[in-house]
């Protein structure tokens, strides 16, 4: 994944040298000589991250960052503080000042890296929960109030550690801080724990843990559902640099070196249960805000007029910050012989089930939605046409997979979907984005049904008479990859596709593929 970043540094040859790591792993970059700069740049770019030196004339990097994070629009971007101060003093006064995380020179391009990927998932994440929002309030919902300045007093703290003396600090440390305690130095004991109903805000987990790997033990947490958002910090000695960039390469959201530091410990958790309660807050407020009048009734899906409205604010962002954004389209194959032979009752079930497999299948960041009858879409931010077609076949292979229980002595029954993909080009509005996805998905229902057709990049042309009437239309399949061979459309109806010139059928997308009205 790859994003903006804001690089500000006074000196030129550090921007230089910056810049210059940064492109060459994909990011772009953007600068700015000192904080009056950076708090311009970043509300006028909006970066995905910002490095930002701390020693700059005007104001320093703590003074830049406090201003950033008292502004609700732009609060919610990372900040990651490059500073040749290195004592945990300095730590702290960047983190109370809003940062999260400090990196020292001279900087190490393995933690730097780590961290940026870190930050920047969590960043996508948010900027779709706000993008939401968004959306919702464009259709005359209340919007969220922005602000990271959250109380975390009272919350619940989960501590996995066997050594008896720093268990014994930590906690003694943060029960006295206002927060709920609970500790583990069986790793079992905590998982037990976490698989219950019991709210945790915060993990923190040993590396030295005698019976079991701490990554290991943090991957398990993010595997269950009920603690899968809950931030992970690893407690690691200074010596154990691998294990941190391990840990955030795996979803670690931070770290504290051991013999631990109380009051940094004080700030990072603060910033992470802040940053937690802040997701949650924009997930609770939205859903409260969203009501009938843009959920689908019987799937709980969105409904068609809230997927256009928010495929526009999705299609606006991809174009404006040169992002792949992806749409599928899925069709649930002979639907109607269950209503015909179990009844209308028994064909909600199945859609109900459908809506349930989608909803599990794709990630958080994705927008699944009821499109009509038994039509679904799901759009797929930050997704390029192989991911796309990857996300869609599992998909497809999650619901042939499935029983569908209906009020029938049978039951239950096995159903399959079609699925058409569709990925954004420059060129494309929201409408032809939507048309070229469902384009795709005639051609995978008329070429046999319980496939996914790949039509990444497919432009089509409609006679006005026929905009409205796919099911009438044939069409003439022409496919070139990106060498500009000619390939056989997979199941194209109408017409024979001109024969492949190529023996290789190993690249099966992305296409270039024009439809074409023959009648």
């Known amino acids: 994944m790859t994003g903006l970043v804001l690089v500000v540094d006074d000196v030129p040859a550090n921007v230089k040298l910056l810049e210059a790591k940064l492109t060459n792993e994909y990011y772009d970059v953007i600068t700015a000589k000192d904080g009056f700069e950076a708090i311009e740049q970043t509300k006028a770019k909006k970066p995905d991250l910002i490095l930002l030196d701390v020693m ?226 924009l997930k609770s407020n939205y859903q409260e805000s969203v009501s009938m009048a843009v959920t689908d009734g019987l799937t709980k899906l969105y409904n068609r007029h809230y997927l256009d409205t928010h495929l526009k604010n999705l299609e606006r962002q991809a174009a404006e910050q040169n992002r792949a954004l992806s749409v599928v389209i899925m069709d649930m194959d002979h639907f109607k012989s269950v209503n015909d032979t179990y009844g209308h009752s028994s064909g909600d079930e199945v859609l109900k089930t459908l809506a349930e497999i989608i909803v599990k299948t794709i990630r958080s960041a994705d927008l699944a939605a009821r499109y009509g009858g038994e039509e679904f879409v799901v759009l797929m931010p930050e997704t390029d046409a192989i991911r796309c077609y990857e996300a869609a076949e599992r998909l497809r292979k999650g619901v042939e997979a499935a029983e569908f229980a209906i009020p029938h002595p049978e039951s239950p029954i096995r159903k399959t979907i079609s699925i058409g993909c569709a990925t954004m080009q420059a060129n494309d509005t929201p409408e032809s984005l939507l048309k070229r996805a469902d384009v795709a998905l005639y051609e995978a229902k008329n070429s046999g049904r319980n496939k996914v057709l790949p039509l990444a990049t497919a432009a089509f042309e409609l006679s006005p008479s026929r905009q409205n009437a796919r099911e009438e239309l044939s069409y003439t399949a022409i496919a070139t990859n990106d060498a500009g061979m000619k390939l056989a459309v997979p199941g194209a109806s109408g017409p024979a596709p001109v024969a492949a010139e190529t023996p290789e059928e190993k690249d099966d997308f992305p296409f270039v593929v024009r439809f074409k009205d023959t009648q």
């Not at 609970?182 to 976490?194: G, M, V």
């Not at 590396?207 to 809950?230: C, H, P, S, W, Y």
């Open 56 to 281: 700059m004339p005007g104001i320093d990097g703590f003074e830049t960052c406090r201003r950033l994070k008292q502004d609700p629009d732009v609060s919610h971007i990372p900040v990651v503080m490059v500073t040749a101060l290195s004592e945990p003093s300095d730590r702290v006064a960047g983190l109370e000042a809003g940062a999260d995380d400090f990196i020292t020179k001279p900087i190490n391009d393995t933690a730097l890296f780590a961290r940026v990927r870190s930050l920047v998932r969590i960043k996508v994440l948010i900027d779709e929960l706000r993008l939401r929002d968004k959306s919702g309030s464009q259709l005359g919902m209340s919007a969220s109030d922005f602000s990271l300045n959250l109380d975390v007093s009272g919350s619940t703290i989960m501590l996995v550690d066997d050594d008896v003396v720093q268990v014994r600090r930590i906690s003694e440390k943060l029960v006295a801080g206002g927060y709920q305690f609970h500790h583990y130095s069986e790793h079992q004991k905590a998982l037990e724990f976490t698989r219950g109903e019991n709210l945790l805000d915060l993990i923190l987990i040993s590396t030295q843990l005698a019976d079991i790997d701490g990554l290991r033990l943090a991957t398990q947490f993010k595997a269950i559902e009920q603690v899968r958002n809950v931030p992970i910090i690893m407690l690691v000695d200074e010596d154990e640099q691998h294990l941190m960039l391990k840990g955030l390469e795996l979803g670690v959201n931070d770290y504290l070196l051991t013999p631990v530091d109380f009051n940094e410990m004080f700030a990072r958790v603060k910033t992470q249960i802040r940053r937690k309660k802040y997701q949650e807050t």
